[in-house]
Structure formats: C-alpha cells, structure tokens
C-alpha cells in the first residue's frame, strides 16, 4: 500500500517501504539533509537495482527495517514544517521506536525534536517516572536528569509505571538513591534556616 500525504508526492525521487509494506514516496534532498551523518548518503549513493522487484514506477525502492508508524513519524521529524507537522508521541513504544530509528540514521534533529515533544514540563509534571525510563533506556542524559528532577514529586518507592521494562535495576535504584540523597540535603538545609523563623518577629516589633 501507498503512505499518504506528504509521503505520495508525484516528485518524489525514491520510495522507502516499510517493513509491513507500506511505500513511502520521498525526497532524496530531505533526508540527506537532515541526517548528521552519512548514512543517507550512503544508501542513495549504492548502484542503481538491476532487478524491476526493487523499482517502483520508475523510482529506486529501498526496503528498511521499520514497521510504517515509525517510519512515518520519522519522515515527518525530517520534512520542512511546511510540508509536514511535528508529531505527537504520546506511546512509549512509539517514543523508543523512533529515538532507535534517529540513532541509526544518524538524523541528530529528531532526537532533539523528540526530547522536546517528551519533556516538556507540563508533561513531565504529570508523568516523569515514564518518562525516566524512555530517556535512560534511549542514553538522552539532559533529558535523563530533567526527569529524575521531576519524579522528585512521586513516591521514594514507585508504583508500577508504564515503561518500567525499559530500565535496568540498577536504574531504578539509582534513581531512589537520587530520592534519598535530595530528602537528606533537603533536611540538613532546613536545620540551617531556622533564622527565618526568629528573624521575621525581630522585624515585626521594631517596625
């Protein structure tokens, strides 16, 4: 089957197919562009297929090793904005799908769109210990220590939390060190500000 919008552009000079057949019509320039590395390079660089099982009305068809969800939310993370809104990733499957998938293509630019969609305060707030797992387990560390700074709000001994398989125990324990380590110091810093109880009334009486 054929992708949809923007991904069945009459222009299109290559075709990606996903692992469950869906055929993505895309821009070589998009891609090569967005990929840090030279993996894209490389793969549109390899001698034209003989074979007609490996062209598409005239286009070279590459199959890749992502299923058509992540291969989609990947290609929207490399298009312009114009052409393409951000996606939403909202499922940890989904999350680590495609931070696997940037890793492999070398695109950096969706690794970073990523953690911005994930780790927004607003949802860290309401879901930091998920998202804990999805940045440990993807080696983001700015992300990793922004939502450990967040899981601060949850209990010291969390119940069981969407994305738990991701992370190892050793995770998980360092991340209740992380719980104890900030109750300590909060604790020892509380007994250095008992001035600001005896120091307000001082003020009051001569004021």
Not at 101 to 111: G, S
Not at 126 to 140: E, K, M, P, V, W
Request: with cysteine.
């Amino acid at each position: 089957s054929d992708a949809l919008l923007p991904f069945d552009h009459s222009k299109a000079d290559i075709i990606l197919r996903s692992s469950d057949n869906v055929d993505f019509r895309v821009f070589e320039l998009f891609l090569s562009l967005a990929s840090s590395g030279s993996f894209f390079e490389t793969m549109f660089e390899l001698p034209q297929p003989a074979s007609q099982n490996d062209t598409k009305a005239g286009l070279p068809l590459i199959s890749v090793s992502e299923d058509n969800q992540t291969l989609d939310t990947s290609l929207r993370f490399c298009y312009p904005s114009t052409l393409a809104d951000d996606p939403c990733l909202d499922e940890v499957d989904a999350a680590v799908s495609v931070l696997n998938a940037a890793r492999k293509y070398q695109v950096d630019r969706i690794e970073r769109k990523v953690g911005q969609s994930l780790y927004n305060p607003k949802i860290l707030a309401t879901d930091s210990l998920r998202r804990f797992a999805i940045a440990r387990h993807s080696r983001l560390e700015d992300e990793t220590m922004l939502a450990a700074k967040y899981t601060l709000h949850e209990p010291l001994i969390p119940p069981h939390f969407s994305g738990v398989e991701l992370i190892t125990a050793s995770d998980l324990l360092s991340l209740l060190q992380y719980h104890q380590k900030c109750s300590i110091a909060t604790e020892v810093l509380g007994k250095y500000l008992f001035w600001i109880n005896t120091i307000g009334p001082r003020r009051a009486r001569h004021g």
